[in-house]
C-alpha cells in the first residue's frame, strides 16, 4: 500500500501539478487517460527506479507494468521480491 501512495502523490505532483482536486483510481491508465505521455513514461520510470531501489529493463517497458497505479505498484512488489531471492 505504501508504494501506491508514493507512485499517486508523484502523479499528482508531477503531471496533474499538484491539483488537490486531481482524481485518480488505482486502475485508471496513465496512457489512455492523458495523464503521462511516452516522455512523461521516461520520468515516471527513474523515480522508480531512484525511489524503490529497482532497475527497470528495456523489456520491462510495456502497459502491463507501468500503465497504472495498481500495475505499477504489483511490478514493483515483484522485482522487490525476485532481487531478494
Do not use: H, Y
Not at 495523464?35 to 529493463?57: A, K, Q, R, Y
Amino acid at each position: 500500500m505504501e508504494s501506491k501512495n508514493k507512485i499517486r502523490e508523484f502523479i499528482i505532483r508531477t503531471f496533474l501539478f499538484g491539483s488537490k482536486d486531481a482524481r485518480l483510481a488505482d486502475s485508471d491508465s496513465f496512457l489512455e487517460t492523458g495523464i503521462i505521455d511516452s516522455t512523461g513514461m521516461l520520468e515516471l520510470v527513474s523515480f522508480i527506479e531512484s525511489e524503490f531501489g529497482i532497475e527497470v529493463g528495456d523489456t520491462e517497458l510495456i502497459p502491463e507494468n507501468l500503465d497504472s497505479i495498481e500495475r505499477l505498484a504489483a511490478f514493483i512488489e515483484r522485482k522487490k521480491v525476485a532481487s531478494a531471492s
